[in-house]
């Protein structure tokens, strides 16, 4: 069994904090007996700063695992002559299956192992660009000095959302601020998140709005969308409401007897009892299908009839605009800054979070086969106009060639 595997496993169970002060207490005692280790990596780093010229290498660091959107991100930079390699923890074995594993390093489970680990990639790699997703502590502040003393430019990605970004502890804010200071440019998904940097003179000249964006494909037009298979393809959170969408379901089963749900998402055991318990709770087990995290959603998206979605959050979700760009239409929650991807009743529907709600409009979309096809054709049409990831990386890549004209 995978280690880094075990220690996550256990850190979910009762012995919890058990578990996490010995893996802390273990990493720093690592970290102290290896610290004159550090010093010297501290030295070369500068050293290579200023004295080594860079090829064309790129790292993308910090991930839980390697998913098909941040493959994408690496993409880009290959078709113009790069080596991209992926620095991830693999905490879920959900790798996306088109990166192949020489292009990955494995993450080790102590994060002082890390720091050796990484400066010696980063060595061999000499990259010119380093793109940073780090959520442990641990990395963060190391990481980001290190590449920072050695002239790498950095980019960082704020994945969460602006409502979080106060709710982590006093010493978390700290050392994320201190890595974002020692950014070149700073990438943020909520849009919310601007109001929040713009109070901080440090980051106000280089953070960048990044939303979600999807690649535009061929349509495939063999693929039958008639049926009434209701779709959820997203992370089972809170925020999520996965409540409404099975609550939804005990209505239109009334309606549709032949309609079927496939929610797709768990991460774990703990999740998929979650979800299995609320479809016990509303007696739906006969209609609806649950299944753990995908690495190949355009298979789900290619066999939905419609698309739902009543989260807190709704702007520029992925896998939202991944169904959108396959055709199939979309009922999300009616929350703010929805309307700017969902036009109501023109491209899907804006329900408010109540399953009745909800399922007023699946029954409006499952009734009138012509008006729903008519409407995933709109809703792909909004991604082509307004979702197309073609130019998402323009900003980084400008950003590299005026730091090193040499890579042109």
Known sequence: ?????????????????????????????LFLILA????????????????????????????EHVIDKTVKRGKYFEEKGFKVIYYSFELTGKRSPVVEDNKIQKANVFLSLDILHFWILCLKQ???????????????????????????????????????????????????????????????????????FSHKSKFKNKIFYDHNRVKVNPLNQSVNKSG??????????????????????????NHFPDVRYTIVGCRNE?????????????????????????NTPRL??????????????????????????????????????????IKHGVNGYLSRQTAVDLAKYIVMLLSNEDHRLKMGLAARQTIIEKFDDKERMTP?????????KYIN
């Open 270 to 294: 703990e999740e998929f009892s979650i979800v299995n318990e609320l479809i016990k709770k509303n007696k739906v087990k006969e209609i609806v299908n649950v299944e753990y995290w995908t």
């Open 36 to 63: 004159p280790i550090y010093i010297f990596i501290f030295i070369t780093a500068f050293i290579n700063g200023i004295a080594i010229k860079r090829g064309k290498q790129i790292v993308i660091a910090g991930l």
């Open 396 to 404: 980084i890549y400008n950003l590299l060639l005026n730091r090193y």
């Open 300 to 341: 789900y998206y290619e066999n939905a009839s419609i698309f739902i979605f009543p989260s807190d959050y709704v702007f520029c979700n992925y896998s939202l605009l991944e169904s959108m760009e396959r055709g199939v239409p979309a009922i999300v929650a009616d929350v703010e800054d929805a309307e700017k991807i």
């Open 1 to 29: 069994m995978d280690l880094n595997y075990l220690v996550n496993k256990l850190a979910n169970l009762r012995i919890k904090h058990f578990v996490q002060i010995f893996y802390w207490g273990f990493d720093l005692f």
């Open 126 to 196: 000499k990259p010119v660009y380093i793109e940073l997703y780090f959520e442990k502590l641990g990395l963060r502040q190391y990481f980001y000095s290190l590449m920072h003393v050695a002239n790498t430019t950095i980019v960082s990605i704020h994945r969460g959302i602006a409502r979080d970004y106060f709710k982590t502890s006093v010493i978390r804010n700290i050392i994320r601020d201190f890595a974002y200071n020692n950014s070149d440019l700073i990438l943020y998904r909520d849009i919310k998140m601007k109001e929040i």
């Open 228 to 253: 009434y298979n209701i779709l959820f393809l997203n992370g089972i959170r809170d925020h999520r409401r996965i409540d409404l969408v099975i609550e939804s379901a005990s209505i239109i089963k």
